[in-house]
C-alpha cells in the first residue's frame, strides 16, 4: 500500500488531532498516535538528506512527560536529523546551544559537528529495516543510536522507529532501553523533508 491511498490520506489529520488532544485526554492521545503509527507504512523509498523533526509529546509517565514538557518548552535543541541513504547512517541536527550542556552529560563525548547557522549535528546513528521492537508485526525504518562513538549513557539506549504517514512526512517513536533490557516508547516525534 503506497501512503498516497486513500485509506492513509487523513493520517496526518489525525496525527494533528491526537496532538492537540494530549492535554485533556493524554491515554487517548497516546492511543492514537500508536493507532496512526501502525498504520503508516514502511518509508516509500530511503530517506535521504535533512529533514526537520519536531516533537509531538513525551509518552514516559506522567510526572516525567509533564517535567519534560515544561523544559521542552523552554529549551529543546533537537531540531531534525541528516540522514545519508547510501551509508545507511546519520545524525542529529541541534541548536549549538546543545554543546555546552553536552559537555555536563557527556564529558567524555567529542562528536559535535559544526552545521553553519547555530547548529552542531551529533550522536551518530545507523539505519535499517526491521520489525518494531514493540510492534513486532509491523516493519518499520529503525534509526539505531547503539554504537561505539556515542555516549553510554542514555544515547546508545535510544532507538527510533518510523512508519510513513503521509509524502515526505514520518511519525517516529522514540524508544528506550531499560537496564534489563525492555524497550518502552518515551515520545512521538515527526520529520519532514
Given at each position: 500500500m503506497?501512503?498516497?491511498?486513500?485509506?492513509?490520506?487523513?493520517?496526518r489529520d489525525r496525527l494533528d488531532a491526537a496532538r492537540r488532544q494530549v492535554e485533556k485526554d493524554r491515554t487517548g492521545?497516546?492511543?492514537?498516535?500508536?493507532?496512526?503509527?501502525?498504520?503508516?507504512?514502511?518509508?516509500?523509498?530511503?530517506?535521504?538528506?535533512?529533514?526537520?523533526?519536531?516533537?509531538?509529546?513525551?509518552?514516559?509517565?506522567q510526572f516525567l512527560?509533564?517535567?519534560g514538557d515544561a523544559i521542552a518548552r523552554m529549551w529543546f535543541p533537537w531540531q531534525g536529523k541528516m540522514l545519508d541513504a547510501a551509508t545507511q547512517t546519520g545524525d542529529n541536527i541541534f541548536s549549538d546551544?546543545?554543546?555546552?550542556?553536552?559537555?555536563?552529560?557527556?564529558?567524555?563525548?567529542?562528536?559535535?559537528?559544526?552545521?553553519?547557522?547555530?547548529?552542531?549535528?551529533?550522536?551518530?546513528?545507523?539505519?535499517?529495516?526491521?520489525?518494531?521492537?514493540?510492534?513486532?508485526d509491523i516493519q518499520v525504518f529503525k534509526i539505531d543510536y547503539d554504537s561505539e562513538e556515542n555516549p553510554t549513557?542514555?544515547?546508545?539506549?535510544?532507538?527510533?522507529?518510523?512508519?510513513?504517514?503521509?509524502?515526505?512526512?514520518?511519525?517516529?517513536k522514540a524508544l528506550l532501553r531499560d537496564g534489563s533490557g525492555n524497550w518502552s516508547c518515551v515520545a512521538y516525534f515527526t520529520l519532514s523533508s
Open positions: 503506497n501512503v498516497g491511498d486513500s485509506v492513509n490520506v487523513n493520517l492521545s497516546l492511543a492514537a498516535l500508536n493507532d496512526i503509527f501502525s498504520q503508516g507504512v514502511v518509508p516509500d523509498s530511503p530517506l535521504n538528506g535533512r529533514y526537520r523533526g519536531e516533537l509531538v509529546v513525551l509518552s514516559w509517565n512527560d509533564f517535567l546551544n546543545i554543546v555546552s550542556v553536552g559537555r555536563l552529560l557527556w564529558s567524555g563525548y567529542s562528536g559535535y559537528i559544526p552545521d553553519g547557522d547555530g547548529r552542531v549535528r551529533a550522536f551518530k546513528f545507523r539505519t535499517y529495516t526491521g520489525a518494531g521492537k514493540l510492534d513486532p549513557f542514555f544515547i546508545r539506549d535510544i532507538l527510533d522507529e518510523l512508519r510513513q504517514i503521509d509524502s515526505g512526512y514520518y511519525l517516529g
